[in-house]
């Protein structure tokens, strides 16, 4: 029963923003990959597991690569693990928060992998 409410409440907060439009007023964020690890410059030869032929840096993306996240929605071609480990972020900052500091509207975040991790910065473009 409880789980029927939460998802009637989901539901019914999601069509009362699609009918008055809120959505126009999420402001776009954009996702910069600033830099890709190889497993090589993590561990040297001193790896925690074997070391394979496929352990290199991240196959999907690349340094300098530019996303556009509309409408707080994760953009195509974007690696869905490293979404869910930047999400906090990008939800701060589509509700309007900051990171501490000067850099306002900016925060940096890193996908999960602990072999070759990606370091990503994140930004309103709106500001």
Aim: proline share 6%; aromatic share 12%.
């Amino acid at each position: 029963m409880i789980v029927y409410k939460c998802i009637k409440n989901w539901l019914l907060e999601g069509f009362i923003v699609f009918l008055l439009g809120w959505t126009s007023m999420i402001p776009d964020l954009r996702i910069t990959v600033l830099r890709m690890f190889h497993p090589d410059e993590m561990f040297g030869d001193d790896y925690p597991i074997e070391k394979q032929d496929w352990m290199g840096p991240c196959n999907i993306h690349y340094e300098g690569q530019e996303y556009i996240v509309h409408d707080g929605e994760m953009p195509v071609g974007f690696c869905s693990g490293a979404w869910v480990a930047i999400y906090p972020h990008i939800r701060m900052l589509l509700m309007g928060g900051n990171m501490p500091g000067d850099e306002q509207s900016i925060a940096l975040g890193s996908c999960n992998d602990g072999l070759r991790p990606v370091i990503y910065k994140i930004q309103r473009v709106d500001d």
